[in-house]
């Protein structure tokens, strides 16, 4: 079973910055791939992000391609999604989650409770 448990969530004005990170419970952490989803009111979930368990290969999706960075700590069994230039459609629960094997699936089956970001104009 893996525990996952969101921080760094919060408000902030339109082009400012926020980093969330999401530790983890286990002793297996770099076998897991990570990422990040989210859901504004209203829609549905998405993908944001994801990362290998090695830290060496990184994915995004368009919306956040160039502002997002996403990073793991192995020895912190930690993800980090460092968030710049944050517009008020980034507003959303934001969400930890992870599966074992090499790619963040669609649907992982470990999740974190979520952190608000909300985006002001």
């Known amino acids: 079973q893996v525990q996952l448990v969101e921080s760094g969530g919060g408000l902030v004005q339109a082009g400012g910055s926020l980093r969330l990170s999401c530790a983890t419970s286990?002793?297996?952490?770099?076998?897991?791939?990570m990422g990040w989803f989210r859901q504004a009111p209203g829609k549905e979930r998405e993908f944001v992000a994801g990362i290998r368990g090695s830290g060496q290969s990184t994915y995004y999706a368009d919306s956040v391609k160039g502002r997002f960075i996403i990073a793991r700590d192995n020895a912190k069994n930690t993800v980090y999604l460092q968030m710049n230039s944050l517009k008020p459609e980034d507003t959303a629960v934001y969400y930890c989650?992870?599966?074992?094997?090499?790619?963040?699936?669609?649907?992982?089956?470990?999740w974190g409770q979520g952190t608000q970001v909300t985006v002001s104009s």
């Open positions: 989650a992870a599966n074992s094997g090499v790619v963040l699936t669609a649907t992982p089956p470990y």
């Open positions: 286990g002793r297996t952490f770099s076998r897991y791939s």
